[in-house]
Nanobody, 120 residues
Framework: QVQLVESGGGSVQAGGSLRLSCAAS????????MGWYRQAPGKQRELVAT??????DYAKSVKGRFTISRDNARNTVILQMNSLQPEDTAVYYC???????????????WGQGTQVTVSS
């Protein structure tokens, strides 16, 4: 069974930084892409950043402030968030896309979410 466990959320003032971490565990053979999404109250879940191979993609609203990185050996993805603003307040979810388990099944997996709150 595959699990994605996030850590690192919390509360900061505007202009501060937080670092989110997500570790995938279980009978994992490979993961095509990993990423972070967020969902603010009353809004739809939106993409924040993804990383696949050497390619990274960011939402326009976080470009230049957030950095996504990945440790393939540890099946871990990190989101470094700098210059946080109140509009970044949301529950942040880790995603593993096209994760292959050792029985050669491929699925999309999500973490449980971690709250990020930015006060002005």
């Amino acid at each position: 069974q595959v699990q994605l466990v996030e850590s690192g959320g919390g509360s900061v003032q505007a202009g501060g930084s937080l670092r989110l971490s997500c570790a995938a565990s279980g009978s994992i053979l490979s993961i095509s892409a990993m990423g972070w999404y967020r969902q603010a109250p009353g809004k739809q879940r939106e993409l924040v950043a993804t990383i696949s191979g050497g390619r990274t993609d960011y939402a326009k609203s976080v470009k230049g402030r957030f950095t996504i990185s990945r440790d393939n050996a540890r099946n871990t993805v990190i989101l470094q968030m700098n210059s946080l603003q109140p509009e970044d307040t949301a529950v942040y979810y880790c995603n593993a896309d096209r994760l292959y388990t050792t029985d050669l099944q491929s699925n999309d997996y999500w973490g449980q979410g971690t709250q990020v709150t930015v006060s002005s």
